[in-house]
């Protein structure tokens, strides 16, 4: 049987594997093709995951959360265009998509003044940039429900085949 890690700040990997009440062997067992050894080096941050080892890590782990992680904080194209989507209770979910959608809705018209000549003029500036920021909030809201769907798919709180 393996020792209980005392680290305190662990990486999500391993606080994914813990959260499973798994040993590195046991996840390595689990894994498949992925090492206790390379479990501890990912896990120590000596070194970095693959793509592909996240990808099973995400299904044997079933946390849907690693993709999103890996992109934004480990994959350098990811980094750049990938933003964290944090896990969230579909409650708070639907409440940050309904004030951002009544703040767009109020911006509508002034979205349409904005772009009706095909250009965004120096005085518009600010007001183009706030509603930027709103269309960004609804893109990370619409991410973190997509996340909550995958995570409740992944740990069986919902059918997969009901979503089609």
Same mark, same amino acid.
């Given at each position: 049987?393996?020792?209980?890690?005392?680290?305190?700040?662990?990486?999500?990997?391993?606080?994914?594997?813990?959260?499973?009440?798994?040993?590195?062997?046991?996840?390595?067992?689990?894994?498949?093709?992925?090492?206790?050894?390379?479990?501890?080096k990912? !896990?120590?941050?000596?070194?970095?995951? /693959?793509?592909? =080892?996240?990808?099973?890590?995400?299904? +044997?782990?079933?946390?849907?959360?690693?993709?999103? /992680?890996?992109?934004?904080?480990?994959?350098?194209i990811?980094?750049?265009?990938?933003? =964290?989507?944090?896990?969230?209770?579909?409650?708070?979910?639907?409440? !940050?998509?309904?004030?951002?959608?009544?703040?767009?809705?109020?911006?509508r018209?002034?979205?349409?003044?904005?772009?009706?000549? +095909?250009?965004?003029?120096? @005085?518009?500036?600010?007001?183009?940039?706030?509603?930027?920021? !709103?269309?960004?909030?609804?893109?990370?809201?619409?991410?973190?429900?997509?996340?909550?769907? @995958?995570?409740?798919?992944?740990? +069986?709180?919902? @059918?997969?085949?009901l979503?089609?």
């Amino acid at each position: 049987m393996g020792r209980k890690s005392t680290k305190e700040n662990k990486n999500i990997y391993q606080t994914s594997r813990e959260a499973l009440g798994l040993t590195r062997e046991a996840a390595a067992d689990l894994l498949e093709f992925i090492s206790a050894d390379r479990i501890e080096k990912i !896990e120590s941050e000596k070194s970095l995951p /693959h793509p592909e =080892e996240v990808l099973v890590m995400v299904a +044997g782990y079933k946390n849907p959360s690693l993709c999103n /992680h890996y992109c934004s904080q480990v994959c350098p194209i990811g980094q750049e265009y990938i933003p =964290e989507v944090k896990v969230k209770d579909l409650s708070q979910i639907t409440v !940050e998509m309904m004030v951002s959608l009544n703040n767009l809705n109020k911006q509508r018209d002034r979205l349409m003044e904005i772009t009706v000549d +095909g250009k965004i003029s120096e @005085d518009e500036m600010v007001d183009f940039r706030n509603i930027q920021s !709103e269309l960004e909030k609804i893109s990370l809201t619409i991410d973190s429900l997509k996340l909550w769907v @995958d995570n409740s798919v992944a740990t +069986g709180k919902m @059918d997969k085949s009901l979503l089609k």
